[in-house]
Nanobody
Framework: QVQLVESGGGLVQAGGSLRLSCVAS????????AGWYRQAAGKERELVAR???????YYADSVKGRFNISRDNSRNTLYLQMNSLEPEDTAVYCC????????WGQGTQVTVSS
């Protein structure tokens, strides 16, 4: 069985940076695509960024130029580097990965103060 566990969230001042990590544990598995989603209070969940096995990436317009997604297969880890954070980035961030099925992490809270 596979579990995805996020970490790296916290409270940061506007303009600051955070790096989120998502570690896959349990059975060894190669994900064809993986990404980060977020859900702010009172809003619907949205795709923030994703990366496939070939390294192609996608970013939501709201985070382009500020966020960077990457993966380290040797460490079974997905990253989201978040720079120039804004209060609007405040949300619970979850990682999602696809192999034989879809896997979700439990989420990590990111709060950006003004």
């Amino acid at each position: 069985q596979v579990q995805l566990v996020e970490s790296g969230g916290g409270l940061v001042q506007a303009g600051g940076s955070l790096r989120l990590s998502c570690v896959a544990s349990g059975d060894t598995i190669l994900f064809s695509t993986a990404g980060w989603y977020r859900q702010a209070a009172g809003k619907e969940r949205e795709l923030v960024a994703r990366i496939n096995s070939g390294g192609s990436t996608y970013y939501a317009d709201s985070v382009k130029g500020r966020f960077n997604i990457s993966r380290d297969n040797s460490r079974n880890t997905l990253y989201l580097q978040m720079n120039s954070l804004e209060p609007e980035d405040t949300a619970v961030y979850c990682c999602r990965a696809l192999s034989d099925r879809v896997y979700w992490g439990q989420g990590t809270q990111v709060t950006v103060s003004s």
